[in-house]
């Protein structure tokens, strides 16, 4: 049984539930990624960074060219991090690879 959350506002107006399931519930699975959903070995490079207007913004890489050529960004040290599975600061940007 789903338990509903209250309406916000009224006639027309988004649910709290709603809100939930479109803005916060995606960064919740992110932090959650299953190797099966991703087809096994591929390696998976996530990019996290926020936009100019203040939104938060997350990319999912499986490409492996696009993956070898991002890695060429990154200096030795935060190479060797990336490839551990650490995360990674370059300026703003969170970036994981996931393999």
Same mark, same amino acid.
């Given at each position: *049984? ?23 519930? &995606? ?9 099966? *959903?991703?087809?096994? +070995? *591929? $390696?998976? !490079?996530?990019?996290?960074?926020? !936009?100019?207007?203040?939104?938060? @913004? ?5 490409? &492996? +060219?696009?993956? +070898? ?12 991090? !990336?490839?551990?599975? @650490? ?11 996931? $393999?």
């Amino acid at each position: *049984m789903s338990r509903r959350l209250p309406r916000v506002g009224g006639r027309g107006s988004l649910t709290l539930e709603l809100i939930f399931r479109y803005f916060i519930e &995606p960064y919740l699975r992110l932090s959650q990624t299953d190797v099966s *959903m991703r087809g096994g +070995d *591929m $390696p998976l !490079l996530i990019r996290k960074y926020k !936009l100019a207007s203040g939104l938060k @913004q997350v990319e999912r890489i499986d490409d &492996p +060219d696009r993956i +070898d050529r991002y890695k060429r960004l990154f200096e030795k040290d935060d190479l060797k991090k !990336l490839e551990s599975g @650490q995360k990674v600061f370059i300026e703003k940007d969170e970036w994981q690879l996931l $393999p």
